[in-house]
Nanobody
Framework: QVHLVESGGGLVQAGGSLRLSCAAS????????MGWFRQAPGKEREFVAC????????DIADSVKGRFTISRDNANNTVYLPMNSLKSEDTAVYYC????????????????WGQGTQVTVSS
Protein backbone atom coordinates (compact mmCIF):
# COMPACT_ATOMS: atom_id res chain seq x y z
CA GLN A 1 0.00 0.00 0.00
CA VAL A 2 1.18 3.52 -0.82
CA HIS A 3 -0.02 6.55 1.09
CA LEU A 4 0.05 10.00 -0.56
CA VAL A 5 -0.49 13.34 1.13
CA GLU A 6 -0.73 16.59 -0.85
CA SER A 7 -0.20 20.08 0.49
CA GLY A 8 0.35 23.60 -0.78
CA GLY A 9 -2.96 24.47 -2.37
CA GLY A 10 -4.76 27.73 -1.74
CA LEU A 11 -6.12 30.94 -3.19
CA VAL A 12 -3.89 33.01 -5.45
CA GLN A 13 -4.40 35.86 -7.89
CA ALA A 14 -3.96 35.34 -11.60
CA GLY A 15 -0.30 35.59 -12.53
CA GLY A 16 0.78 34.33 -9.13
CA SER A 17 2.56 31.15 -8.08
CA LEU A 18 2.03 28.17 -5.84
CA ARG A 19 4.01 25.04 -5.14
CA LEU A 20 2.22 21.78 -4.45
CA SER A 21 3.92 18.98 -2.54
CA CYS A 22 3.13 15.28 -2.34
CA ALA A 23 4.71 13.09 0.30
CA ALA A 24 4.72 9.35 -0.40
CA SER A 25 5.02 6.65 2.24
CA UNK A 26 4.43 2.95 2.56
CA UNK A 27 5.42 0.48 -0.16
CA UNK A 28 7.17 3.07 -2.33
CA UNK A 29 9.37 0.39 -3.89
CA UNK A 30 6.40 -0.44 -6.13
CA UNK A 31 6.25 3.07 -7.62
CA UNK A 32 7.63 3.78 -11.08
CA UNK A 33 5.92 7.10 -11.79
CA MET A 34 4.48 9.90 -9.70
CA GLY A 35 1.88 12.10 -11.32
CA TRP A 36 -0.25 15.16 -10.79
CA PHE A 37 -3.79 15.40 -12.11
CA ARG A 38 -6.46 18.04 -11.69
CA GLN A 39 -10.22 18.10 -11.80
CA ALA A 40 -12.33 21.21 -12.23
CA PRO A 41 -16.05 21.21 -11.38
CA GLY A 42 -18.04 19.41 -14.03
CA LYS A 43 -14.95 18.22 -15.88
CA GLU A 44 -13.03 14.98 -16.09
CA ARG A 45 -9.80 14.48 -14.21
CA GLU A 46 -6.92 15.46 -16.46
CA PHE A 47 -3.20 14.78 -16.57
CA VAL A 48 -0.92 17.64 -15.53
CA ALA A 49 2.56 16.20 -15.12
CA CYS A 50 4.51 13.13 -14.11
CA UNK A 51 8.03 12.22 -13.04
CA UNK A 52 9.82 8.91 -12.87
CA UNK A 53 10.64 7.60 -9.41
CA UNK A 54 14.32 8.29 -10.11
CA UNK A 55 13.44 11.89 -10.94
CA UNK A 56 15.31 11.73 -14.26
CA UNK A 57 12.33 11.70 -16.63
CA UNK A 58 9.44 14.14 -16.66
CA ASP A 59 6.39 14.79 -18.79
CA ILE A 60 4.25 17.93 -18.75
CA ALA A 61 0.83 18.48 -20.29
CA ASP A 62 0.77 20.99 -23.14
CA SER A 63 -1.81 23.10 -21.30
CA VAL A 64 0.67 23.94 -18.54
CA LYS A 65 4.01 23.54 -20.29
CA GLY A 66 6.25 26.52 -19.70
CA ARG A 67 4.35 27.45 -16.53
CA PHE A 68 4.41 24.27 -14.41
CA THR A 69 7.31 21.97 -13.66
CA ILE A 70 7.64 18.74 -11.70
CA SER A 71 10.48 17.47 -9.58
CA ARG A 72 11.22 14.83 -6.99
CA ASP A 73 13.18 14.91 -3.74
CA ASN A 74 14.59 11.41 -3.49
CA ALA A 75 15.69 11.77 0.10
CA ASN A 76 12.21 12.63 1.33
CA ASN A 77 10.03 10.70 -1.15
CA THR A 78 8.35 13.98 -2.04
CA VAL A 79 7.20 15.24 -5.43
CA TYR A 80 6.74 18.94 -6.12
CA LEU A 81 4.64 20.83 -8.64
CA PRO A 82 5.75 24.46 -8.84
CA MET A 83 3.08 26.43 -10.68
CA ASN A 84 3.81 29.86 -12.12
CA SER A 85 1.81 32.39 -14.12
CA LEU A 86 -1.40 30.86 -12.84
CA LYS A 87 -4.59 31.45 -14.77
CA SER A 88 -8.22 31.23 -13.73
CA GLU A 89 -8.55 28.07 -15.82
CA ASP A 90 -6.00 26.39 -13.55
CA THR A 91 -8.59 26.40 -10.77
CA ALA A 92 -9.24 22.79 -9.78
CA VAL A 93 -8.63 20.15 -7.17
CA TYR A 94 -5.13 18.83 -7.73
CA TYR A 95 -4.41 15.18 -7.02
CA CYS A 96 -1.13 13.39 -6.54
CA UNK A 97 -0.97 9.79 -7.76
CA UNK A 98 1.43 6.86 -7.94
CA UNK A 99 1.70 4.29 -10.73
CA UNK A 100 3.53 1.02 -11.27
CA UNK A 101 4.02 1.96 -14.92
CA UNK A 102 6.74 3.99 -16.60
CA UNK A 103 5.59 7.29 -18.07
CA UNK A 104 1.97 6.89 -17.02
CA UNK A 105 -0.32 9.70 -18.28
CA UNK A 106 -3.76 8.20 -17.84
CA UNK A 107 -5.94 8.03 -14.74
CA UNK A 108 -6.46 4.29 -15.20
CA UNK A 109 -2.71 3.66 -14.91
CA UNK A 110 -2.50 5.04 -11.38
CA UNK A 111 -3.31 2.77 -8.46
CA UNK A 112 -2.82 5.17 -5.57
CA TRP A 113 -4.26 8.65 -5.07
CA GLY A 114 -4.01 11.40 -2.53
CA GLN A 115 -7.00 13.21 -1.08
CA GLY A 116 -6.53 16.26 -3.30
CA THR A 117 -5.76 19.89 -2.61
CA GLN A 118 -7.79 22.85 -3.86
CA VAL A 119 -6.15 25.49 -6.04
CA THR A 120 -8.22 28.57 -6.73
CA VAL A 121 -6.98 31.31 -9.04
CA SER A 122 -8.87 34.58 -8.90
CA SER A 123 -8.94 36.83 -11.93
Amino acid sequence: QVHLVESGGGLVQAGGSLRLSCAASGRTISIYTMGWFRQAPGKEREFVACVSWSGRNTDIADSVKGRFTISRDNANNTVYLPMNSLKSEDTAVYYCAAAAFVGARHVREYAYWGQGTQVTVSS
